[in-house]
Structure formats: structure tokens, C-alpha cells
């Protein structure tokens, strides 16, 4: 049976951060090859609402759908500071079901053959930005939801960054980023968490 395509969406999402409520009567809807920018600036809610879409919070209204496995990229990486960072992904690859040799195509791919030896807490933030990414590709999840993807990336890492979204979404996968940097993907829709933001008597309310 052929699984059906990947879709995401939001309708009429709110979502507070302790008593502050970031935006509300947020929606979007985005069907297979789609990928859509978040922008903003920090402390807006950009972070809050891919942990909404996620699952990882409840929002204070409104509901997301999503059809298809989830790969997240976040600030935490998830990968033991104490582990070579080889065996670290090698951790992750067992639970997320990736074959070995599709590991090590990712490590080629992210530039970090020469760095599977290095403890990860010896890693740079870039590096391990790097490895965060070799994890969510080698998911192979059809649904995206990357935050901050460029933050600590020099700008070949950043080109890549976008080339891997562009091939992902080619592929009929769909992506949820959140950036404060701009990313090179034809067809990439946008919006601004701040057009979201409650007007101060909400915000009080």
C-alpha cells in the first residue's frame, strides 16, 4: 500500500510563553514539495511554534495536522557530549532504523567523515549543527521542521543547508524552517511570526 503524501498544517494557532501570549490566529497549510519560511526576530515565537507543530508543547489554541514521520532540528542535538560523535550518530541511527552505510553518506555529505573520532563535546557549534543535520537526513522523514538551520554555519555550510532543503522538497518532502537568515529555495513561501502578534488587550487578556 503506498503511503499517502506528507502534509502539515495549522489553524488558528496560539501559543503563550508563561502569562505572554507570543501570536495567535496563526494558519498555514503546506501539501507534498512544499517548504515555507518563518521569519522573525528572536524572542518572537519562531522556536515556540515549531515545538507546537512538533508535539513537544500544547498550544493555547487552535490545532495542528500533520501526515507523515517528523524529523526536528532544534538547538539540543541529542547526541552524548561524551560519545565519539560516530557512535553517537550511530546511537541515533539504530533507534531512527538507518542502515549504516546510509549514515556514513550522510557523514560525507555534511562534511564529517574526518570528525567521527572526535568526542562530541570537542565539536564546534557548526559542527555540531552539521551532525544535527546528518541525523535529520538520515531520517529520510517526509515532514521537516528545522530551527535556526543556519545559526553557527560558515556560509559554504549555509549554501548546503539550503541545497539539502531544495532536494528534500524535490523529493515531494515538505519543510517548516525557522530563520532569522535567509535560505536560497525557489518556490519557498514566508511569513513573519510578528504579523501574528495579539494586539496589547489580547496580549493582557
Known amino acids: 500500500m503506498q503511503a499517502p503524501s506528507p502534509a ?4 488558528d494557532l496560539a501559543c503563550r510563553r508563561g502569562d505572554r501570549l507570543l501570536f495567535r ?9 512544499a517548504a515555507c519560511h518563518v521569519t522573525g526576530a528572536n524572542g518572537a515565537g519562531k522556536t515556540t511554534l515549531i515545538r507546537a507543530v512538533a508535539g513537544l ?9 500533520r501526515t507523515g514521520a517528523l524529523a526536528l532540528l ?14 553517537a550518530l550511530a546511537f541515533w541511527a539504530k533507534i531512527d532504523a538507518v542502515e549504516h552505510l546510509a549514515l556514513e553518506s550522510c557523514c560525507d555529505r555534511l562534511g564529517l567523515g574526518n570528525l567521527l573520532e572526535v568526542p562530541v563535546r570537542y565539536l564546534s557549534t557548526g559542527q555540531k ?17 528545522l530551527d ?7 556560509t559554504a555550510s549555509q549554501a548546503l543547508v539550503s541545497r539539502l532543503v531544495r532536494e528534500h522538497c524535490d523529493g515531494g ?31 493582557d487578556a
Open 173 to 203: 518532502g515538505i519543510a517548516l524552517i525557522a530563520s532569522h537568515q535567509p535560505l536560497d529555495v525557489p518556490g519557498m513561501t514566508a511569513f513573519a511570526i510578528e504579523d501574528f502578534a495579539p494586539t496589547p488587550a489580547e496580549a
Open 8 to 11: 502539515l498544517s495549522a489553524h
Open 148 to 154: 535556526e538551520p543556519l545559526s553557527g554555519l560558515d
Open 25 to 33: 490566529r496563526l494558519s498555514f497549510a503546506l501539501d507534498t514539495g
Open 57 to 65: 508543547t500544547t498550544p493555547y489554541a487552535g490545532e495542528v495536522r
Open 74 to 87: 532544534d538547538e539540543r542535538t541529542g547526541l552524548d557530549p561524551d560519545m565519539p560523535l560516530g557512535l
Open 129 to 145: 549543527k552539521r551532525a544535527a543535520l546528518a541525523r535529520v537526513l538520515g531520517q529520510a522523514a517526509p515532514v521537516w521542521l
